[in-house]
Protein backbone atom coordinates (compact mmCIF):
# COMPACT_ATOMS: atom_id res chain seq x y z
CA UNK A 1 0.00 0.00 0.00
CA UNK A 2 1.30 3.61 -0.92
CA UNK A 3 0.87 6.09 1.52
CA UNK A 4 0.44 10.03 1.34
CA UNK A 5 -0.46 9.73 -1.97
CA UNK A 6 -4.16 11.00 -3.75
CA UNK A 7 -5.47 9.24 -6.50
CA UNK A 8 -7.99 11.42 -8.80
CA UNK A 9 -9.94 9.75 -11.36
CA UNK A 10 -11.64 12.23 -13.91
CA UNK A 11 -14.90 11.32 -15.95
CA UNK A 12 -12.87 9.95 -18.93
CA UNK A 13 -12.45 6.49 -17.80
CA UNK A 14 -13.55 5.14 -14.58
CA UNK A 15 -12.78 1.70 -15.42
CA UNK A 16 -8.91 2.45 -15.69
CA UNK A 17 -9.06 4.53 -12.45
CA UNK A 18 -10.42 1.74 -10.47
CA UNK A 19 -7.67 -0.42 -12.24
CA UNK A 20 -4.64 1.73 -11.08
CA UNK A 21 -5.93 2.12 -7.27
CA UNK A 22 -6.48 -1.72 -7.21
CA UNK A 23 -2.71 -2.50 -7.89
CA UNK A 24 -1.81 0.62 -5.75
CA UNK A 25 -3.56 -0.98 -2.95
CA UNK A 26 -5.68 2.60 -2.32
CA UNK A 27 -9.35 3.26 -2.39
CA UNK A 28 -10.22 5.87 -5.31
CA UNK A 29 -10.98 9.78 -3.84
CA UNK A 30 -13.64 11.15 -3.20
CA UNK A 31 -14.23 13.84 -6.33
CA UNK A 32 -17.69 14.88 -7.55
CA UNK A 33 -17.89 16.18 -11.25
CA UNK A 34 -20.70 17.12 -12.82
CA UNK A 35 -21.75 20.20 -15.48
CA UNK A 36 -24.35 23.08 -14.75
CA UNK A 37 -27.33 23.30 -16.46
CA UNK A 38 -25.51 26.10 -18.85
CA UNK A 39 -22.82 23.52 -19.68
CA UNK A 40 -19.92 24.67 -17.56
CA UNK A 41 -17.73 22.24 -15.61
CA UNK A 42 -17.87 21.81 -12.11
CA UNK A 43 -15.00 19.84 -9.75
CA UNK A 44 -15.34 19.56 -6.33
CA UNK A 45 -12.65 17.72 -4.23
CA UNK A 46 -14.07 16.03 -1.11
CA UNK A 47 -10.92 15.42 0.71
CA UNK A 48 -8.01 16.83 1.87
CA UNK A 49 -5.06 16.68 -0.54
CA UNK A 50 -2.73 19.49 1.83
CA UNK A 51 1.01 18.09 1.71
CA UNK A 52 0.19 14.99 -0.42
CA UNK A 53 1.00 13.79 -3.86
CA UNK A 54 -1.72 14.06 -6.29
CA UNK A 55 -2.30 11.92 -9.31
CA UNK A 56 -5.13 13.12 -11.31
CA UNK A 57 -5.75 10.38 -14.52
CA UNK A 58 -7.76 11.46 -17.16
CA UNK A 59 -7.53 10.53 -21.01
CA UNK A 60 -8.08 12.08 -24.04
CA UNK A 61 -10.80 9.83 -25.94
CA UNK A 62 -14.32 10.48 -26.38
CA UNK A 63 -15.05 14.16 -25.36
CA UNK A 64 -11.72 15.72 -25.34
CA UNK A 65 -12.60 19.00 -24.63
CA UNK A 66 -14.69 18.19 -22.32
CA UNK A 67 -12.14 15.78 -20.63
CA UNK A 68 -9.41 18.26 -21.33
CA UNK A 69 -10.72 21.33 -18.92
CA UNK A 70 -11.78 18.80 -16.13
CA UNK A 71 -8.40 17.90 -16.13
CA UNK A 72 -7.21 21.80 -16.07
CA UNK A 73 -9.96 22.67 -13.16
CA UNK A 74 -8.79 19.74 -11.09
CA UNK A 75 -5.26 20.91 -11.50
CA UNK A 76 -5.56 23.86 -10.49
CA UNK A 77 -7.89 23.06 -7.39
CA UNK A 78 -5.21 20.68 -6.20
CA UNK A 79 -2.67 23.62 -6.14
CA UNK A 80 -5.08 26.08 -4.54
CA UNK A 81 -5.82 23.32 -1.98
CA UNK A 82 -1.77 22.90 -1.14
CA UNK A 83 -1.07 20.12 -2.58
CA UNK A 84 2.75 19.02 -2.97
CA UNK A 85 2.72 17.97 -5.82
CA UNK A 86 0.59 17.22 -8.64
CA UNK A 87 1.36 14.92 -11.53
CA UNK A 88 -1.60 14.56 -14.70
CA UNK A 89 -1.78 10.66 -16.11
CA UNK A 90 -2.97 11.22 -19.31
CA UNK A 91 -2.82 7.52 -21.38
CA UNK A 92 -3.55 9.12 -24.27
CA UNK A 93 -2.54 12.84 -24.88
CA UNK A 94 -5.09 15.11 -25.88
CA UNK A 95 -4.24 17.02 -28.66
CA UNK A 96 -0.67 14.64 -29.53
CA UNK A 97 -1.58 14.90 -33.26
CA UNK A 98 -1.95 18.56 -33.86
CA UNK A 99 1.84 18.95 -34.82
CA UNK A 100 3.31 22.45 -34.47
CA UNK A 101 5.00 22.77 -38.25
CA UNK A 102 2.99 23.55 -41.25
CA UNK A 103 2.40 21.13 -43.68
CA UNK A 104 1.44 21.51 -47.14
CA UNK A 105 -0.31 19.38 -49.73
CA UNK A 106 2.51 16.92 -50.21
CA UNK A 107 3.12 16.57 -46.58
CA UNK A 108 6.39 17.92 -46.33
CA UNK A 109 7.35 20.97 -44.31
CA UNK A 110 7.01 24.46 -46.25
CA UNK A 111 10.38 25.04 -46.77
CA UNK A 112 11.21 25.30 -50.45
CA UNK A 113 12.60 27.94 -52.16
CA UNK A 114 10.71 30.17 -54.66
CA UNK A 115 9.78 28.90 -57.83
CA UNK A 116 8.94 31.72 -59.86
CA UNK A 117 8.14 35.10 -58.24
CA UNK A 118 7.03 36.58 -61.52
CA UNK A 119 3.94 34.33 -61.08
CA UNK A 120 1.33 34.35 -58.44
CA UNK A 121 2.15 33.30 -55.34
CA UNK A 122 1.74 29.75 -54.82
CA UNK A 123 1.95 26.95 -51.69
CA UNK A 124 4.92 26.02 -52.92
CA UNK A 125 6.67 28.87 -53.31
CA UNK A 126 8.04 31.08 -50.54
CA UNK A 127 9.63 34.88 -50.18
CA UNK A 128 13.76 34.81 -51.03
CA UNK A 129 15.20 35.58 -48.03
CA UNK A 130 17.70 38.37 -48.48
CA UNK A 131 21.49 37.63 -48.07
CA UNK A 132 24.11 39.79 -46.99
CA UNK A 133 25.37 42.34 -50.41
CA UNK A 134 22.87 40.60 -52.04
CA UNK A 135 19.72 42.98 -54.02
CA UNK A 136 16.68 42.55 -52.24
CA UNK A 137 14.02 39.92 -53.35
CA UNK A 138 11.26 40.37 -55.15
CA UNK A 139 7.61 41.41 -53.67
CA UNK A 140 4.95 38.74 -54.14
CA UNK A 141 1.71 39.80 -56.84
CA UNK A 142 -1.01 41.16 -54.67
CA UNK A 143 1.15 42.10 -51.07
CA UNK A 144 0.00 45.03 -49.37
CA UNK A 145 3.42 46.51 -50.12
CA UNK A 146 2.67 46.77 -53.64
CA UNK A 147 -0.80 48.14 -53.35
CA UNK A 148 0.82 50.69 -50.94
CA UNK A 149 3.46 52.19 -54.08
CA UNK A 150 0.08 52.00 -56.62
CA UNK A 151 -1.59 54.22 -54.27
CA UNK A 152 0.94 56.62 -53.23
CA UNK A 153 1.73 56.76 -57.64
CA UNK A 154 -1.79 57.64 -57.99
CA UNK A 155 -1.81 60.31 -55.34
CA UNK A 156 1.18 61.82 -57.34
CA UNK A 157 -0.10 61.75 -60.58
CA UNK A 158 -3.72 63.50 -59.14
CA UNK A 159 -1.42 66.14 -57.58
CA UNK A 160 0.24 66.36 -61.23
CA UNK A 161 -2.91 66.84 -63.14
CA UNK A 162 -1.61 63.46 -65.34
CA UNK A 163 -4.57 61.11 -65.84
CA UNK A 164 -3.83 57.97 -63.58
CA UNK A 165 -3.95 55.17 -65.55
CA UNK A 166 -3.10 52.22 -63.27
CA UNK A 167 -5.50 53.33 -59.92
CA UNK A 168 -6.46 49.93 -58.16
CA UNK A 169 -9.77 51.93 -57.25
CA UNK A 170 -9.86 52.55 -61.44
CA UNK A 171 -9.32 48.28 -61.39
CA UNK A 172 -12.16 47.97 -59.18
CA UNK A 173 -14.54 50.27 -60.45
CA UNK A 174 -13.53 51.43 -63.86
CA UNK A 175 -16.93 52.11 -65.33
CA UNK A 176 -17.66 54.30 -62.42
CA UNK A 177 -14.48 56.37 -62.18
CA UNK A 178 -14.38 56.44 -66.02
CA UNK A 179 -18.19 57.56 -66.28
CA UNK A 180 -19.23 58.87 -62.87
CA UNK A 181 -17.02 60.57 -61.29
CA UNK A 182 -15.07 62.41 -64.22
CA UNK A 183 -18.38 62.99 -66.02
CA UNK A 184 -20.07 64.69 -62.69
CA UNK A 185 -17.41 67.48 -63.25
CA UNK A 186 -18.09 68.02 -66.61
CA UNK A 187 -21.50 67.93 -66.96
CA UNK A 188 -24.52 71.04 -66.52
CA UNK A 189 -26.61 70.78 -63.35
CA UNK A 190 -29.51 69.66 -66.11
CA UNK A 191 -27.53 66.89 -67.20
CA UNK A 192 -26.33 65.88 -63.77
CA UNK A 193 -29.82 65.59 -62.71
CA UNK A 194 -30.78 63.15 -65.23
CA UNK A 195 -27.76 61.17 -64.95
CA UNK A 196 -28.50 60.84 -61.34
CA UNK A 197 -32.08 59.87 -62.52
CA UNK A 198 -30.34 56.88 -64.65
CA UNK A 199 -27.82 55.83 -62.19
CA UNK A 200 -30.44 54.74 -59.59
CA UNK A 201 -32.60 53.12 -62.26
CA UNK A 202 -29.62 51.11 -63.61
CA UNK A 203 -26.48 51.07 -61.15
CA UNK A 204 -26.98 49.10 -58.05
CA UNK A 205 -25.16 50.19 -54.58
CA UNK A 206 -23.51 48.75 -51.90
CA UNK A 207 -23.91 49.15 -48.35
CA UNK A 208 -21.49 51.66 -48.15
CA UNK A 209 -23.41 53.30 -50.92
CA UNK A 210 -20.91 53.02 -53.69
CA UNK A 211 -22.10 52.20 -57.33
CA UNK A 212 -21.42 48.67 -58.36
CA UNK A 213 -21.24 47.79 -62.02
CA UNK A 214 -22.74 44.12 -62.19
CA UNK A 215 -20.22 43.54 -65.18
CA UNK A 216 -16.88 45.12 -63.51
CA UNK A 217 -18.15 43.17 -59.58
CA UNK A 218 -16.62 40.19 -59.20
CA UNK A 219 -16.05 37.99 -56.60
CA UNK A 220 -13.35 37.56 -53.84
CA UNK A 221 -10.51 35.58 -54.89
CA UNK A 222 -7.93 35.45 -51.58
CA UNK A 223 -4.39 35.38 -51.96
CA UNK A 224 -2.88 31.52 -51.83
CA UNK A 225 0.08 33.07 -48.75
CA UNK A 226 0.49 30.87 -46.20
CA UNK A 227 -2.84 29.74 -45.65
CA UNK A 228 -1.41 26.22 -44.70
CA UNK A 229 0.27 27.60 -41.14
CA UNK A 230 -1.93 25.41 -38.59
CA UNK A 231 -2.51 26.90 -35.66
CA UNK A 232 -0.11 25.57 -32.68
CA UNK A 233 -1.95 23.65 -30.79
CA UNK A 234 0.59 21.69 -28.99
CA UNK A 235 2.41 24.08 -27.03
CA UNK A 236 -0.70 25.85 -26.35
CA UNK A 237 -2.12 22.63 -24.65
CA UNK A 238 1.25 22.02 -23.03
CA UNK A 239 1.25 26.21 -21.48
CA UNK A 240 -2.50 25.46 -20.76
CA UNK A 241 -1.44 22.28 -18.20
CA UNK A 242 1.78 24.17 -17.02
CA UNK A 243 -0.07 27.42 -16.00
CA UNK A 244 -2.99 25.56 -14.40
CA UNK A 245 -0.62 23.93 -11.85
CA UNK A 246 0.85 20.77 -13.14
CA UNK A 247 4.29 19.42 -11.84
CA UNK A 248 4.90 16.64 -13.89
CA UNK A 249 3.27 14.48 -16.85
CA UNK A 250 3.08 11.19 -17.28
CA UNK A 251 1.68 9.64 -20.51
CA UNK A 252 1.87 6.68 -23.11
CA UNK A 253 3.27 6.49 -26.90
CA UNK A 254 3.07 10.27 -27.68
CA UNK A 255 2.08 10.57 -31.40
CA UNK A 256 4.66 12.94 -32.22
CA UNK A 257 7.53 12.57 -30.30
CA UNK A 258 8.70 16.49 -30.35
CA UNK A 259 5.28 17.17 -27.61
CA UNK A 260 7.81 16.34 -24.93
CA UNK A 261 9.61 19.68 -25.90
CA UNK A 262 6.79 21.26 -25.65
CA UNK A 263 6.61 22.04 -21.56
CA UNK A 264 8.59 23.21 -19.36
CA UNK A 265 8.14 20.37 -16.64
CA UNK A 266 8.89 16.80 -16.61
CA UNK A 267 7.49 14.38 -19.16
CA UNK A 268 7.49 10.64 -19.24
CA UNK A 269 6.27 8.77 -21.85
CA UNK A 270 5.85 5.40 -21.32
CA UNK A 271 6.18 2.49 -23.89
CA UNK A 272 3.01 0.25 -24.70
CA UNK A 273 5.83 -2.04 -27.24
CA UNK A 274 6.48 -4.05 -24.52
CA UNK A 275 2.34 -5.23 -24.08
CA UNK A 276 2.82 -5.41 -28.29
CA UNK A 277 5.91 -7.89 -27.78
CA UNK A 278 4.39 -10.20 -25.55
CA UNK A 279 0.96 -10.70 -27.45
CA UNK A 280 2.79 -11.28 -30.20
CA UNK A 281 5.22 -13.95 -28.60
CA UNK A 282 2.19 -15.64 -26.61
CA UNK A 283 -1.11 -15.27 -29.34
CA UNK A 284 0.28 -16.04 -32.43
CA UNK A 285 1.75 -18.75 -33.91
CA UNK A 286 5.12 -19.31 -35.11
CA UNK A 287 5.16 -15.76 -35.19
CA UNK A 288 9.12 -15.41 -36.47
CA UNK A 289 7.67 -16.30 -39.58
CA UNK A 290 5.16 -13.46 -39.67
CA UNK A 291 5.89 -9.65 -40.84
CA UNK A 292 5.60 -6.44 -39.15
CA UNK A 293 4.19 -4.26 -41.65
CA UNK A 294 3.88 -0.60 -40.96
CA UNK A 295 1.20 0.99 -41.68
CA UNK A 296 2.94 4.48 -43.30
CA UNK A 297 6.22 6.12 -43.39
CA UNK A 298 5.52 7.68 -40.19
CA UNK A 299 5.69 4.55 -38.08
CA UNK A 300 8.11 2.50 -39.59
CA UNK A 301 10.55 3.61 -36.44
CA UNK A 302 8.40 2.09 -34.09
CA UNK A 303 7.53 -1.25 -36.20
CA UNK A 304 11.13 -2.04 -36.64
CA UNK A 305 11.91 -1.88 -32.88
CA UNK A 306 9.61 -4.12 -32.52
CA UNK A 307 10.77 -6.13 -35.55
CA UNK A 308 14.14 -6.19 -33.93
CA UNK A 309 13.78 -6.96 -30.64
CA UNK A 310 11.72 -10.13 -32.11
CA UNK A 311 14.30 -10.80 -35.20
CA UNK A 312 11.10 -10.65 -37.59
CA UNK A 313 10.83 -9.35 -40.91
CA UNK A 314 9.83 -6.14 -41.50
CA UNK A 315 7.77 -4.37 -44.35
CA UNK A 316 6.60 -0.46 -45.05
CA UNK A 317 3.57 0.42 -46.89
CA UNK A 318 4.49 3.44 -48.72
CA UNK A 319 1.76 6.36 -49.31
CA UNK A 320 2.16 8.32 -52.32
CA UNK A 321 -0.12 11.05 -52.51
CA UNK A 322 -1.03 12.81 -56.26
CA UNK A 323 -2.90 16.66 -56.31
CA UNK A 324 -6.48 16.19 -57.29
CA UNK A 325 -9.36 17.91 -57.43
CA UNK A 326 -11.18 15.62 -55.13
CA UNK A 327 -8.79 15.02 -52.01
CA UNK A 328 -5.90 14.28 -51.15
CA UNK A 329 -6.99 10.89 -49.02
CA UNK A 330 -9.05 10.31 -51.99
CA UNK A 331 -6.07 9.96 -54.37
CA UNK A 332 -3.39 8.39 -51.95
CA UNK A 333 -1.86 5.02 -53.68
CA UNK A 334 -0.59 2.60 -51.55
CA UNK A 335 2.16 0.27 -52.64
CA UNK A 336 4.00 -2.47 -50.24
CA UNK A 337 7.60 -2.64 -49.58
CA UNK A 338 8.05 -5.90 -48.73
CA UNK A 339 7.34 -9.69 -49.60
CA UNK A 340 4.74 -10.98 -47.50
CA UNK A 341 3.01 -14.02 -49.26
CA UNK A 342 1.84 -16.76 -48.01
CA UNK A 343 2.29 -15.30 -44.09
CA UNK A 344 1.30 -13.67 -41.66
CA UNK A 345 1.33 -9.99 -41.62
CA UNK A 346 0.84 -7.79 -38.30
CA UNK A 347 0.13 -3.63 -38.53
CA UNK A 348 1.60 -1.78 -35.74
CA UNK A 349 0.35 1.83 -35.32
CA UNK A 350 0.71 3.74 -32.43
CA UNK A 351 -3.11 5.14 -32.86
CA UNK A 352 -6.28 4.35 -34.48
CA UNK A 353 -9.35 7.12 -35.00
CA UNK A 354 -11.29 6.93 -38.06
CA UNK A 355 -9.02 3.47 -38.94
CA UNK A 356 -8.99 3.98 -43.13
CA UNK A 357 -5.41 3.93 -42.85
CA UNK A 358 -5.04 0.38 -41.10
CA UNK A 359 -8.36 -1.04 -43.08
CA UNK A 360 -6.65 -0.18 -46.68
CA UNK A 361 -3.38 -1.10 -45.51
CA UNK A 362 -5.54 -4.97 -45.01
CA UNK A 363 -6.31 -5.07 -47.56
CA UNK A 364 -3.35 -4.40 -49.89
CA UNK A 365 -1.78 -6.94 -47.77
CA UNK A 366 -4.55 -9.80 -48.79
CA UNK A 367 -4.29 -8.55 -52.45
CA UNK A 368 -0.12 -9.13 -52.12
CA UNK A 369 -1.11 -12.70 -50.46
CA UNK A 370 -0.97 -12.54 -46.78
CA UNK A 371 -2.80 -15.44 -45.27
CA UNK A 372 -4.19 -13.18 -41.82
CA UNK A 373 -3.39 -10.06 -41.12
CA UNK A 374 -3.22 -8.67 -37.31
CA UNK A 375 -3.70 -4.95 -36.26
CA UNK A 376 -1.50 -3.98 -33.42
CA UNK A 377 -2.75 -0.78 -31.92
CA UNK A 378 -1.53 1.37 -29.08
CA UNK A 379 -4.76 3.76 -28.22
CA UNK A 380 -7.54 2.46 -30.24
CA UNK A 381 -9.97 5.53 -30.29
CA UNK A 382 -12.25 4.22 -33.06
CA UNK A 383 -14.38 7.05 -33.83
CA UNK A 384 -17.12 7.54 -36.19
CA UNK A 385 -17.77 4.68 -38.47
CA UNK A 386 -14.15 3.23 -37.40
CA UNK A 387 -16.13 -0.14 -35.99
CA UNK A 388 -18.21 -1.00 -39.16
CA UNK A 389 -15.09 -0.01 -41.00
CA UNK A 390 -12.99 -2.56 -39.50
CA UNK A 391 -16.08 -5.10 -39.30
CA UNK A 392 -15.88 -5.02 -43.06
CA UNK A 393 -12.11 -5.00 -43.92
CA UNK A 394 -9.45 -7.63 -44.38
CA UNK A 395 -8.59 -7.07 -40.73
CA UNK A 396 -8.79 -10.71 -38.78
CA UNK A 397 -7.76 -9.61 -35.07
CA UNK A 398 -7.66 -6.39 -33.94
CA UNK A 399 -5.47 -5.25 -30.47
CA UNK A 400 -5.42 -2.45 -28.93
CA UNK A 401 -4.90 -1.51 -25.51
CA UNK A 402 -7.83 0.51 -22.64
CA UNK A 403 -5.60 3.64 -22.74
CA UNK A 404 -9.42 4.77 -24.13
CA UNK A 405 -12.52 2.96 -23.00
CA UNK A 406 -12.96 -0.17 -25.09
CA UNK A 407 -16.39 -1.78 -23.79
CA UNK A 408 -18.59 -0.47 -26.59
CA UNK A 409 -15.87 -0.60 -29.49
CA UNK A 410 -15.63 -4.45 -27.89
CA UNK A 411 -19.43 -4.99 -27.81
CA UNK A 412 -19.71 -4.17 -31.73
CA UNK A 413 -16.90 -5.80 -33.07
CA UNK A 414 -16.39 -9.28 -32.33
CA UNK A 415 -12.66 -8.67 -33.76
CA UNK A 416 -11.21 -6.59 -30.92
CA UNK A 417 -9.18 -7.42 -28.38
CA UNK A 418 -7.83 -5.36 -25.33
CA UNK A 419 -5.04 -5.18 -23.42
CA UNK A 420 -4.17 -3.85 -19.94
CA UNK A 421 -2.39 -0.81 -19.22
CA UNK A 422 -3.61 -0.36 -15.99
CA UNK A 423 -0.44 -2.27 -14.38
CA UNK A 424 1.94 0.31 -16.08
CA UNK A 425 0.95 3.31 -14.90
CA UNK A 426 0.39 2.38 -11.41
CA UNK A 427 4.17 1.09 -11.45
CA UNK A 428 5.02 4.30 -12.75
CA UNK A 429 2.91 6.32 -10.51
CA UNK A 430 4.21 3.97 -7.55
CA UNK A 431 8.14 4.78 -8.65
CA UNK A 432 7.79 8.40 -9.12
CA UNK A 433 6.36 8.83 -5.48
CA UNK A 434 9.13 7.09 -4.06
CA UNK A 435 11.64 8.78 -6.36
CA UNK A 436 12.59 6.13 -7.65
CA UNK A 437 13.63 5.45 -11.47
CA UNK A 438 10.88 4.48 -13.96
CA UNK A 439 13.64 3.53 -16.94
CA UNK A 440 13.00 -0.20 -16.49
CA UNK A 441 9.53 0.84 -17.98
CA UNK A 442 11.21 2.09 -21.22
CA UNK A 443 12.62 -1.05 -22.18
CA UNK A 444 11.30 -2.63 -24.84
CA UNK A 445 12.11 -6.44 -23.90
Known sequence: ????????????????????????????SNILLSKFSVGETRVEIKESVRGKDVYIIQSGGGKVNDHLMELLITISACKTASAKQVTAVLPLFPYSRQSDIPYNKTGAPLAKGPVNLSDSFTFESRP????????????????????????????????????????????????????????????????????TSSMNQSTPFEDNGTSVSSSSKTAFVPQPGYKQWVAQAGTLVADLLTCAGADHIITMDLHDPQYQGFFDIPVD???????????????????????????????????????DGLEMDFALIHKERRPTRITDRQNATMMLVGNIRNRVAILVDDLADTSNTITRAAKLLKKEGATMVYALLTHGVLSGDAIERINASALDRVIVTNSVPQEEHKRRCPKLEVLDVGHIFSEAIRRVHHGESISVLFQYD
Do not use: W
Not at 1 to 28: A, F, Q, W, Y
Open 128 to 195: QTPHPSQPESAGLNGSLEGLNKKLGKAHLDEQNGISNQYSPQKERFPAQVNGIGHGSNQSSGRERGSS
Open 1 to 28: MVRNIVVLGGSSHPELNKTICDHLGIPP
Open 269 to 307: NLYGRPLLKRYIEHKIPDYKQAVIVSPDAGGAKRATAIA
